[in-house]
């Protein structure tokens, strides 16, 4: 089955543009976990969505947000751009039943602020 | 607070070799941990749970509570272990804490 979606796959933005990252979990995972990578900070967790609902929230700025749609595809925004939100955006999904359950990432998208 | 520390940022080995990578955490509680891996262009992925106490590809994790430690290991490193790899505590439904990640290299 395919794996998670995330589209683009490649972003540059200017300081103060907003932006839109989509991601397509697997068929039947109704969570969708964002996730920060950068080499200084390493992997940060942003929210989770479960059926539509933010379930749990990372401590970001409420620059970025999120949401979940009834088909469980998600979208994170990021408002205002700073250079420091430079970074990939990984999402993850899962069937979300417990915290034990594996959780399987997309390729991510790289968005660079210039 | 939850914390994974991964104390080493690079592990290079020699084929064969024995290889051990650190994981500890900081967690009140018993903890269900993981290890991930992320090959050189590949996504991340699991690669093997506390929970389920199995061996994947000659890997295998040990709980330490008293050391609060969750190292990884395998007795004989072969070139295509080479990759990234990150511990991560469950931190309530859908919240992963990784730690830094350590890259392993493993020479010929």
């Known amino acids: 089955k395919a794996g998670v979606t995330q589209t683009p796959r490649y972003l540059i933005k200017t300081r103060g543009q907003q932006v839109t990252l989509s991601c397509s979990p697997i068929?039947?995972?109704?969570?969708v976990s964002w996730y920060q990578q950068t080499p200084g900070q390493g992997l940060q967790f942003l929210f989770e969505y479960f059926s539509e609902t933010q379930r749990n929230k990372g401590n970001f700025p409420g620059r970025f947000s999120g949401r979940q749609f009834s088909n469980s595809r998600s979208e994170m925004n990021v408002s205002t751009l700073e250079l420091g939100d430079s970074a990939l955006y990984l999402c993850?999904?899962?069937?979300?039943?417990?915290?034990?359950?594996?959780?399987?990432f997309g390729q991510g998208t790289r968005l660079t602020v210039v | 607070a939850q914390r994974v520390t991964q104390p080493e940022k690079l592990l290079s080995v020699f084929k064969g070799a024995p290889v051990e990578l650190k994981c500890n955490y900081s967690y009140s509680g018993s903890p269900e941990l993981f290890w991930y891996v992320q090959y050189s262009r590949q996504r991340l992925q699991l690669l093997l749970r506390h929970i389920s106490r199995e061996s994947i590809k000659g890997f295998t994790a040990d709980l330490n509570k008293g050391e609060t430690s969750f190292h990884l290991k395998k007795p004989f490193a072969q070139e295509e272990d080479s990759a990234m790899y990150y511990c991560a505590l469950p931190q309530g439904t859908g919240k992963l804490i990784f730690g830094q990640g350590t890259t392993l290299q493993v020479k010929p």
């Open positions: 068929s039947g995972h109704r969570s």
């Open positions: 993850a999904s899962s069937r979300g039943g417990d915290q034990n359950t594996e959780a399987f």
